[in-house]
Nanobody
Framework: QERLVESGGGLGQAGGSLKLSCLASGINIRTVDWYRQAPGKQRELVAAFSPYGGGTRYADSVKGRFIISRDVTKNTAYLQMNNLKPEDTAVYYC?????????WGQGTQVTVSS
């Protein structure tokens, strides 16, 4: 059964770090990327692997602070979040695709205090 499970969210302080994990079952980890949704805002792409060439891409708001990575042997994707800001407060979701069908995790709350 296809499933994505996030973990690692919680309360962080401005300037601090948190690391999120996403365990994929039945979904190719190479398709997994990270989104977030803040209260009253639309869900936005935060970090992803480029479909060709193995590079990465980030939302402008997190460039230089967040790092997406993955461990294919563990079928797990990660989002290292550094230099956290209060505006990073959101529910973070991992997202994967099978044959153009999108799958989402349940989300993990990240709250950054100033």
């Amino acid at each position: 059964q296809e499933r994505l499970v996030e973990s690692g969210g919680g309360l962080g302080q401005a300037g601090g770090s948190l690391k999120l994990s996403c365990l994929a079952s039945g979904i190719n980890i190479r398709t997994v990327d990270w989104y977030r949704q803040a209260p009253g805002k639309q869900r936005e792409l935060v970090a992803a692997f480029s479909p060709y060439g193995g590079g990465t891409r980030y939302a402008d708001s997190v460039k230089g602070r967040f790092i997406i990575s993955r461990d294919v042997t563990k079928n797990t994707a990660y989002l290292q979040m550094n230099n956290l800001k209060p505006e990073d407060t959101a529910v973070y979701y991992c997202h994967g695709v099978i044959c153009a069908t999108a799958y989402w995790g349940q989300g993990t709350q990240v709250t950054v205090s100033s």
